[in-house]
């Protein structure tokens, strides 16, 4: 039995523990690793012990947020996760805390509702605008470096302000962290104004290889093995890849075929606009996802199952 | 000579003045626009007469801006210039109102001094900041419509909060137009969410033709006069397109050149990473601009016109 909880109760619950983990989701983003470092620094910085759990190593690009990883072995009383909808969404090395977490700290509306406790603001555009008002509850003193760690939550789950999540509230969080010393130009140089060479022949790749179909409202895009093999693209660069086809002008359903490491294997990921429902696509061919982003994979030559989602696309617009 | 005034003086005098003209600069950008509407809109609603006026034809994108375009003859009894850093920039269909500019309302550091009074905040992101700071001194409702004209200034100008030029100040102007009404969904899809197919089409032209110098420090592109007729590109697409291989990895040097009307002419746009001075290249070639985006015209054979950008851009680089 979930109990929900405000942002004050959240903030107390927080300052009379003691020993904690904090969990991020797996495959994490800016918004989870940035709202558990933000979290972490504020415990540790009131003499608390607070470590991070993530089912997949940090990737690299977040070292700047310093998060002390959790050894597995110390000492841990009190269980947080941190913008984790669900508890599938820990991964395997953190599936035994399924069900011992006693605080969800979540901005997601199809949250599970798995924790003793849960503080959930499902208008909230990131995990990170929510620890902030947390945060500033508990009194603690946001530092550079934890104006840092929210501003990457903020950012990143916002598509640096885009995304029709964002408030007015998000714009001021925006101001008072960059007054409280949030480093903008690193951050946002980091995660949308730098383009790996990957990403540039990935986009290449794409640009010249891109099959329109429907009266160009289906771009499709099949990314072959030997152009994986010769760009070696990160898993990164594969979730931008495929969304960037629909904000072409006229495309509803974009569609990225990249082959899985079995022969014969495909993983397709959907993206549709406004008036398309992407989760219903991948759902006809045993997948699932969001209204707007989607994913599933079939099996077959790459005939087949081109054949295969252009039918189901074909059924979408129809619609 | 200039007189220069603060943001009070410019709002009383605006004031106390009827029968405006509202210049932009010529290949107007939102931020031109959108700052000339908000104050067109307001000295409206004041009961004045105010119009508007620019060399070229209004994008029909920026419609929904609704701007009164003046008809070249109705009365003119002041002339305000917005976000024009030179008179060259005003365009030739305008440039007899080179010296009759009674106020200048702009954020270049590199402004000419024109005008008989200069409103100038060369450490704002968009002249649209400083516009909505005057639109408050004047006391005058802001309406969702002039929300709208500001935003559009805001988010044009600072990549959508993204530019290194982006301060708290901007996000709590953000904050407060979209609190006044602005549609932040529609304004952020129309300008960062949508691709035209024309921009599509350049974007693979610039990916196949883009050139590198100094160790890839130096992405340089030559926009030929047949991919112009053959693409047919707006100017805003142009723009977009001429900052897109900044932001590259190891790109400190992005160069744009295309052809101007005038055969062996041509437009050259330089964008640089933090550690370049793009006014100063610009500079070195008659042009000028900001400290990331600037521009010139140089005249000669392509041959020659790269030989002395790329002269320029090696002395950049070796400082």
Same mark, same amino acid.
């Given at each position: 039995?979930?109990?929900? /909880?405000?942002?004050?109760?959240?903030?107390?619950?927080?300052?009379?523990?003691?020993?904690?983990?904090?969990?991020?989701?797996?495959?994490?983003?800016?918004?989870?690793?940035?709202?558990?470092?933000?979290?972490?620094?504020?415990?540790?910085?009131? !003499?608390?012990?607070?470590?991070?759990?993530?089912?997949?190593?940090?990737?690299?690009?977040?070292?700047?947020?310093?998060?002390?990883?959790?050894?597995?072995?110390?000492?841990?009383? $009190?269980? *947080?996760?941190?913008?984790?909808?669900? *508890?599938?969404?820990?991964?395997?090395?953190?599936?035994? &805390?399924?069900?011992?977490?006693?605080?969800?700290?979540?901005?997601?509306?199809?949250?599970?509702?798995?924790?003793?406790?849960? +503080?959930?603001?499902?208008? $909230?555009?990131?995990?990170?605008?929510?620890? $902030?008002?947390?945060?500033?509850?508990?009194?603690?003193?946001?530092?550079?470096?934890?104006?840092?760690?929210?501003?990457?939550?903020?950012?990143?789950?916002?598509?640096?302000?885009? $995304?029709?999540?964002?408030? #007015?509230?998000?714009?001021? /969080?925006?101001?008072?962290?960059?007054?409280?010393?949030?480093?903008?130009?690193?951050?946002?140089?980091? &995660?949308?104004?730098?383009?790996? @060479?990957?990403?540039?022949?990935?986009?290449?790749?794409?640009?010249?290889?891109?099959?329109?179909?429907?009266?160009?409202?289906?771009?499709?895009?099949?990314?072959?093995?030997?152009?994986?093999?010769?760009?070696?693209?990160? #898993?990164?660069?594969?979730?931008?890849?495929?969304?960037?086809? @629909?904000? &072409?002008?006229? /495309?509803?359903?974009?569609?990225?075929?990249? #082959?899985?490491?079995?022969?014969?294997?495909?993983?397709?990921?959907?993206?549709?606009?406004?008036?398309?429902?992407? +989760?219903?696509?991948?759902?006809?061919? !045993?997948?699932?996802?969001?209204?707007?982003?989607? !994913?599933?994979?079939?099996?077959?030559?790459?005939?087949?199952?081109?054949?295969?989602?252009?039918?189901?696309?074909?059924?979408?617009?129809?619609?």
């Amino acid at each position: 039995m979930t109990t929900k /909880i405000d942002i004050q109760s959240t903030a107390q619950m927080l300052m009379a523990k003691d020993n904690i983990l904090i969990l991020c989701h797996k495959n994490p983003d800016g918004d989870t690793l940035g709202s558990a470092a933000a979290l972490c620094h504020v415990l540790t910085a009131m !003499g608390k012990q607070a470590v991070v759990a993530c089912h997949n190593r940090i990737p690299a690009k977040y070292d700047y947020l310093n998060i002390p990883v959790w050894d597995g072995v110390s000492e841990i009383d $009190y269980v *947080v996760s941190v913008d984790v909808a669900g *508890v599938n969404l820990l991964g395997d090395t953190l599936s035994d &805390f399924a069900h011992k977490i006693d605080l969800c700290i979540d901005h997601h509306g199809s949250n599970g509702e798995y924790a003793k406790c849960l +503080c959930l603001k499902a208008d $909230y555009p990131a995990a990170a605008q929510l620890m $902030y008002e947390i945060i500033c509850e508990m009194g603690v003193e946001i530092t550079p470096h934890i104006a840092d760690c929210l501003y990457t939550g903020l950012i990143t789950d916002t598509g640096c302000f885009k $995304y029709s999540s964002t408030t #007015p509230r998000t714009h001021e /969080i925006g101001a008072r962290l960059m007054e409280l010393g949030a480093h903008h130009t690193m951050l946002v140089e980091k &995660f949308f104004m730098s383009k790996t @060479r990957k990403a540039v022949m990935l986009e290449k790749y794409m640009l010249n290889n891109l099959e329109y179909y429907y009266d160009d409202r289906c771009a499709l895009l099949v990314l072959t093995r030997e152009t994986i093999l010769e760009i070696q693209p990160d #898993p990164t660069d594969l979730d931008g890849l495929s969304s960037m086809p @629909r904000d &072409f002008e006229g /495309i509803d359903v974009s569609v990225l075929i990249r #082959p899985l490491r079995e022969e014969g294997s495909y993983k397709l990921s959907i993206r549709t606009g406004e008036n398309v429902n992407a +989760c219903d696509i991948a759902a006809a061919l !045993g997948g699932g996802g969001h209204l707007r982003a989607a !994913g599933c994979e079939v099996v077959g030559s790459i005939e087949t199952v081109k054949k295969a989602i252009l039918k189901e696309v074909e059924n979408a617009l129809c619609q």
